[in-house]
């Protein structure tokens, strides 16, 4: 059988962070390859903005009666647009991002649409699995939300294990495809131009180093733990800290650094479109999680050949080698993590090398049109399965 031309539809929360922007990266990649493409979602997503692909967004939109203020209705109201969208459209594929309630709401969506509803493709990214998911007010439905699904995909073998494990399934219940997140390595290139950081630090010495910190700024990003690497490294070896994204410990942070008198050195950006020139001049990003099931910017921080230093836990690993690309250090021991970046960033021949090879296993094993090329096999053979 050919392949088909697919009518397809993700779902994804809209907002910065690395599950909305993997869920993009798609839906454009296979806007590009000739599929139609919706989005279903409560905003635009942030990675839409300014696209020229032709993509439909289809807005979610929950009542505001006051009797259900609060009450959660966000998931019936995504369920019922699913429905509309699909009984216009006639769909072939759902495929939404991060389980709750998002996998629930297309199971919903199903279950109305009966026989003519699309196969559903659920992707798990993290705390969907690792945190909320196994919450027991949702463990029951997530679990049997995932049942339901047509296939589930993870972005690395330590999610798929913890998805197993956590809702006590299976390979033979729930087989789940691992499909490495990914990063376009065009744009996310080696170039060493220290402009802009020269303007967000006009002192900025020449060979001064300079430190990254990307996240979502929640409890699980350990973000104090960021703080006090800079504050060690800085003791020993006068440098800079980038910090961008935006989150509920951003606060605290920029408290501490202040408290510490470091504030000078150190830049908050908040959440950014594009900061890629920034990350590339960079010389070392600090991912210190609690959890990670994948570290998506760290992979965009090897991308451009700037080496990670991080916590030995989730799927880290599986991106980050050990002295080859960078450093990893158990959770919370901030001190072997300050020694590792002190150690990178005196020695120039050991920087270059970790450098050169983060760029070489990227190339290798995360390049965009490969990961899209197994999302499309997928989609692909559950929509030939279905018309067997
Ligand atoms: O799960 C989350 O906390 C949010 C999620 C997101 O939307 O960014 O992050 C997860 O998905 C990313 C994309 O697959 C991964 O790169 C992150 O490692 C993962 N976060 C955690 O596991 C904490």
Known sequence: MTDRRLNLAITCFSTFGGSGMIATEIGLAMAERGHRVHFIARELPVHLHGTRHPVLFHEVTES?????????TYPLALASK???????????????????????????????????????????????????????????ITRFSLLRSDAVTTPSAFLRRATWEGFHLSPETVPIEVIFNF???VRHTPRRNRAGLRRLFPELGDGEPVLIHVSNFRPVKRI????TIFAEVNRRLPCRLVMIGDGPEREGAERRLGELGLEERVAFLGN???????LAACDAFLLPSEKESFGLAALEALSCGVPVVASDIGGVPEL????????????????????????????????KACSHRAREQVLARFQRAPAIDRYEALYQRLVAAAHR
């Open 64 to 72: 505001t009666y006051p009797a259900l203020q609060n009450s959660g």
């Open 82 to 140: 699913m429905i509309e969208v699909c009984q216009k459209e006639r769909l072939d594929i759902l495929h939404v991002h991060y389980a709750v309630p998002h996998a629930t709401a297309a199971w919903m969506a199903r279950e109305v649409l009966g026989p003519r509803a699309p196969r559903i493709v659920t992707t798990l990214h993290g705390t969907d699995t690792t945190l909320v998911g196994i919450e027991p007010s949702y463990l029951p």
């Open 183 to 185: 990063v376009d390595t």
């Open 224 to 227: 104090q733990d960021v703080c």
């Open 272 to 278: 950014q479109e594009d900061f890629v020139e920034l």
């Open 320 to 351: 980050v080698s050990h002295g080859e690309t960078g450093y990893l250090a158990p959770v919370g021991d901030v001190s072997a993590m300050a020694a590792r970046v002190l150690t990178l960033l005196r020695d120039a021949a050991l920087w």
